[in-house]
């Protein structure tokens, strides 16, 4: 029991301090908009992990969990207008390739403020 309590405060912990280290990107950022996904993703995959690992699953399946809830997050966070009931479709894939590209073109000519 012990060794489960610790393992879930040492996951608390780094939850908490992933959370604190996206707070501190406010002075990257012109605006806080960011702030909300983001902190949800950060504490979506740190709880994925933290499943993963006290069903003491493989790595691949902790990976591909990992991989298909931050892909389900990002489809319903990001494009969910670009699904149907929440369904993603095609036109869903599109669309959230087409907000990634545009994402990393702005990373790589943005100035920051």
Not at 3 to 24: G, H, K, N
Not at 80 to 103: K, M, N, Q
Request: glycine residues 8%; charged residues 15%.
């Amino acid at each position: 029991m012990a060794s489960r309590t610790s393992s879930a405060l040492s996951a608390l912990a780094l939850a908490a301090l992933s959370v604190a280290t996206v707070l501190t990107l406010g002075r990257v950022f012109a605006s806080g908009r960011f702030a909300a996904p983001v902190v949800g993703a950060v504490l979506l995959v740190h709880l994925l992990g933290f499943l993963a690992r006290t069903r003491d699953w493989p790595l691949l399946d902790a990976l591909s969990l990992w991989v298909f809830g931050l892909c389900v997050y990002l489809i319903w966070v990001v494009v969910p207008d670009a699904t149907t009931f929440g369904i993603p479709t095609l036109e869903t894939f599109r669309v959230l390739a087409e907000r990634l590209g545009d994402g990393l073109h702005e990373l790589r000519t943005a100035v920051v403020p």
